[in-house]
């Protein structure tokens, strides 16, 4: 059994902390905003834990992982945590979304140290230390030593804790269907509105350059993966929102650099035009900055 720091317990944090917590790991919460009890509703029923929360780094100390599970532009207030937490032997998982989870940490963890992981849990955060889970999904991270061992840590729990040979790849698929997010949030409408043809058009669009992005970037993505996305976007339980749109409404900051801004910094590093995401980038934006 490990001991396991979770750097923000929201959403993704608390939800995995819960679990690893049950499977009989030591888990202590590394939070922002205090949360007394963890209160999970899942699939199969409510999990509930009261791991100890440190709300200051003097307090930490280190421990076998740290799991940084922050919003991607938190980089800043994850990085207080980590000089406390690592130790000579410490490893450090980062669950967020986007590709670019090493280099977001690139000089705060040792390379051979840092895991990324992408993230497939539809989780929300209904109040502090409660979360809806809408299904047990999956936590990916690279087939190397350090990946093997994270997958390792939710053997006992319902999360498919794996690795890919072909991480890159995994990351883009998932780049893909986040980054077309944007579309629904300009238009302020559920995942529904993807049954439109006009939508879906547009979606196709930003899919199809995010994954020529990501082909130039190594991943190997198949030729209809744009309409892999648009019939993901259907698929989806029409009322619901992706979280960049519920961002918005809620007037959180927004992840848009981590799932948006990088098909277009990168797309710049090759060659490759993305003018449907730079443009919805600016439009939402301007939104972010009226509210
Ligand atoms: N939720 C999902 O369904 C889902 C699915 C796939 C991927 N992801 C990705 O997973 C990552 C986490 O998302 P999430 O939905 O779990 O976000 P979230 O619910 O907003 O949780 C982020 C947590 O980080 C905490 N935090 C921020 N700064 C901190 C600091 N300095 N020290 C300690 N804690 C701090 C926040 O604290 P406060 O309580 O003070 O705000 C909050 O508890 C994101 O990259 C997201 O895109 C999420």
């Avoid at 059994?1 to 959403?11: E, L, T």
């Avoid at 390792?152 to 269907?177: E, M, N, Q, Y």
């Avoid at 077309?180 to 899919?207: E, K, N, S, Y």
Wanted: net charge negative; aromatic share 4%.
């Amino acid at each position: 059994m490990s001991d396991i720091a979770v750097v923000g317990p929201g959403a993704i944090g608390a939800t995995v902390a819960a679990l690893l917590a049950h499977a009989g790991h030591t888990v202590t919460l590394c939070a922002r905003t205090p949360v007394a009890r963890l209160v999970i509703d899942a699939p199969d029923g409510r999990i509930e834990a009261a791991p100890p929360v440190w709300t200051d780094p003097a307090v930490a100390r280190p421990v076998d992982w740290v799991l940084v599970c922050t919003k991607a532009y938190d980089i800043a207030g994850a990085a207080a945590w980590l000089t406390a937490l690592i130790g000579p032997a410490t490893r450090v998982a980062v669950l967020q979304n986007g590709v670019e989870h090493r280099a977001r940490f690139a000089g705060l963890v040792a390379p051979e140290r840092l895991v990324p992981v992408i993230v497939d849990i539809p989780a929300e955060r209904v109040g502090p230390g409660q979360v809806t889970v809408h299904r047990y999904g999956a936590l990916t991270a690279p087939d190397d030593d350090a990946g093997r061992a994270f997958a390792v840590l939710f053997a006992d729990t319902p999360l498919d804790g794996r690795t890919s040979a072909d991480w890159t790849t995994v990351a883009w698929r998932k780049l893909a269907i986040n980054s077309c997010g944007i579309a629904l949030t300009l238009i302020d409408r559920p995942f529904g509105a993807a049954r439109q043809p006009g939508v879906a058009a547009a979606l196709h669009t930003l899919a199809e350059e995010c994954a020529a992005v990501g082909r130039a970037e190594g991943a190997d993505l198949p030729p209809g993966l744009a309409d892999e996305v648009v019939a993901y976007y259907r698929a989806q339980a029409p009322g619901l929102r992706n979280s960049l749109h519920n961002d918005l409404r809620a007037g959180r900051p927004l992840e848009l650099d981590a799932r948006d801004g990088v098909v277009v910094r990168m797309g710049e590093r090759h060659g490759v035009p993305t003018p449907a995401h730079r443009l919805l980038i600016g439009l939402v934006e301007a939104l972010a900055t009226e509210r």
